[in-house]
């Protein structure tokens, strides 16, 4: 008989969160430390979403998404997980960049851009001040209308190699492109410009155990291997959750799934306003990655001072297009020592993380699958030699994921990385009105995407939620 997932679970719970993502996570805890009766349920087998690890022979684990985070992940962790998951939240200082137009490396803090701006590429102090006042400055009420490549060319008119640096990162970190809001940039680099960037000692694995440990003290019921199919509704208000061969009744329901997903395939459109469906089809999903997860032997190691994260390119100048082309020219690599993880076997790794189009890889027969991701594995051990002497005969282990691979464990439409574009945000906050005791809480906006933002969507939901039960 197949194992019962969901045995022992009640049949009514407070709230029913769908989806273990960092803002499933953070909802659930929340909620629970607040005394309501949570079931959290995930459709894959681990809890994390994207925020994932997984094991190969030789004790070689590797990171999915843990490539770095601003600094406020710390305060998040502190006020709404715990003090020892916040203690652990560490700087990364070697970041950096090589490419046509400059090569450099940097601790990725405003002192530290600031002498790069006006000593290296020139620029008036007063200029770089401005610059980042207005970034920091910007927030969600400001008019939208103005574009980050227009933002940029109002403070640094025709600089090409400026743009790359500011743009580059951020690019990487949630998907946003020079023709998303300004306002989608200002907030996100002002986040990592205020102390630089951040990482988790222990490892993706060991934050999500600490997490699943802390959401059991809140009493949360945490089932895994549990998908929702249904979101029940009556007379303009949620009922229950259809989950796995169960239907299980709430008061609330938080979908931590995909915004487009939970519209149209788990509740349905039927139920929604003709104008807010509307809105929700021309919610653009963000771009999807793909991955190369290499391993250097036991006894090897990577020189230090080749850095943490590395954004590399070939390309002549900056351009969304070519970083999302299939014909790669920039990578970001991640190197990892065995400071990430102090407590296991001491291991030096590398994960190649580049943007890409779902289109690219999704109309492949498995022959071409499995051809094209092993030219993916190949050009990347080519480009990883610049940094790592000999890569191709040194890498004993290598393995690549492609929007598919984030598609099929994440149920993500496209194997979007960063959910969706900018205007989902007012789709995701408008569902509750639609539907009383309904909510999303998951990336979104590109604001409300990466490791923090997903997190502090969470805490911003619970809120909601809590308001609602009460
Ligand atoms: C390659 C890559 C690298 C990244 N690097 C970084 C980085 O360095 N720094 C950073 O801050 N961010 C990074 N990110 C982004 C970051 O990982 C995500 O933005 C964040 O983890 C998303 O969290 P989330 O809460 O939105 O949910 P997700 O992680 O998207 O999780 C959604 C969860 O819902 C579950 N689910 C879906 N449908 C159902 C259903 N019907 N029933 C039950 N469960 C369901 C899924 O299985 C999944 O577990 C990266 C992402 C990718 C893909």
């Not at 029913?16 to 499933?24: E, F, H, N, T, Y």
């Not at 560490?90 to 400059?102: A, E, H, K, T």
């Not at 039927?270 to 793909?290: C, G, Q």
């Amino acid at each position: 008989m197949p194992k019962d997932f969901l045995a022992g679970a009640k049949d009514e719970y407070d709230v029913i969160v769908i989806g273990s993502g960092l803002a499933g996570l953070t909802t659930a805890n929340i909620l629970g430390s607040a005394g309501y009766q949570v079931l959290l349920i995930e459709q894959h087998y681990k809890l994390g979403g994207m925020a994932t690890w997984f094991k190969r022979p030789h004790g070689h684990v590797f990171d999915v998404s843990l490539h770095g985070f601003p600094f406020g992940m710390k305060k998040s962790c502190r006020r709404y997980w715990n003090q020892e998951i916040a203690d652990r939240i560490i700087p990364l200082l070697g970041v950096r960049f090589d490419n046509p137009q400059f090569s450099l490396t940097t601790p990725y803090d405003r002192e530290n851009f600031t002498e790069l701006l006006t000593r290296h590429f020139g620029v008036e102090h007063q200029t770089v001040t401005q610059f980042f006042d207005a970034a920091r400055n910007m927030n969600f009420y400001d008019e939208q209308q103005m574009t980050t490549g227009e933002f940029f060319e109002k403070f640094f008119p025709g600089r090409q190699d400026i743009i790359r640096l500011l743009m580059e990162p951020i690019t990487y970190a949630n998907g946003s492109t020079l023709e998303d809001p300004a306002i989608t940039y200002g907030i996100v680099f002002s986040n990592f410009m205020s102390k630089g960037v951040y990482t988790f000692q222990g490892g993706t694995d060991m934050l999500i155990e600490m997490m699943h440990d802390e959401l059991k003290r809140n009493n949360v019921d945490v089932r895994i291997n549990c998908s929702a199919n249904k979101i029940n509704t009556r007379r303009g208000a949620v009922q229950s959750v259809q989950v796995n061969d169960r239907t299980i009744r709430c008061r609330s329901v938080v979908s931590n799934a995909n915004l487009l997903t939970t519209i149209f395939k788990i509740v349905g459109e039927e139920v929604f306003d003709k104008d807010y469906i509307d809105e929700a089809r021309n919610v653009r999903l963000n771009n999807s990655s793909t991955q190369v997860y290499m391993a250097l032997g036991e006894n090897d190691s990577i020189d230090p001072a080749t850095g943490d994260l590395l954004f590399s390119s070939t390309a002549d100048r900056f351009e969304t297009d070519l970083l999302l082309s299939r014909d790669i020219t920039s990578r970001t690599f991640s190197f990892y020592y065995p400071s990430t993880r102090p407590h296991a076997n001491p291991r030096h790794l590398i994960v190649s993380s580049t943007n890409a189009n779902w289109d690219d890889w999704v109309h492949l027969d498995d022959e071409g699958y499995k051809a094209s991701k092993e030219e993916l594995i190949d050009t990347t051990l080519t480009a990883l030699e610049k940094y790592v002497p000999n890569a191709r005969e040194r890498i004993i282990f290598s393995e690549a994921s492609t929007p598919r691979t984030f598609a099929h464990y994440t149920q993500h439409q496209n194997g979007a990385s960063f959910g969706t574009k900018f205007e989902g945000l007012a789709v995701s906050r408008g569902l509750p009105e639609q539907i009383k005791g309904l909510y999303h809480a998951g990336s979104v906006g590109i604001i409300m995407s990466g490791w923090l933002g997903a997190i502090n969507y969470g805490v911003i939901v619970s809120n909601d939620v809590d308001a609602q039960l009460m």
